[in-house]
């Protein structure tokens, strides 16, 4: 019973894109970049379980709850190595070249 509840919830889940934009991590609903973004406060995403091929993000924006975040490769394999080289980097500040990052389920 609780394996269905669980798939059931995985199902209702909107996909979420991460975006980098030279500044700081924005967290966005759906698949348009930086349209969907462009309203939404800035955050912070900690790697929490890494698995080569998806990675758990915990994602901490200013004054709100932390939310959990799926990422996996199949969902956008072009852009995977980017997003795992970005969130083990250190931002670099101004200057940096703005970055996409797969879909995540949230």
């Not at 462009?38 to 932390?66: E, F, H, K, N, Y």
């Not at 083990?88 to 500040?93: E, L």
Request: aromatic share 8%.
């Amino acid at each position: 019973m609780a394996g269905l509840g669980l798939l059931e919830f995985w199902r209702r889940q909107a996909p979420r894109r991460l975006h980098w934009d030279g500044e700081c991590w924005r967290l966005g609903v759906g698949q348009t970049l930086p349209d969907a973004i462009s309203a939404l406060a800035p955050g912070t995403p900690a790697v929490r379980l890494d698995l080569q091929r998806c990675l758990l993000i915990r994602w901490q924006a200013p004054g709100s709850q932390a939310r959990w975040l799926w990422a996996d490769a199949l969902a956008d394999p072009q852009h995977w190595h980017l997003l795992r080289c970005a969130l083990y980097s250190k931002a670099r500040g101004q200057g940096a070249e703005p970055a996409a990052a797969p879909t995540l389920r949230a």
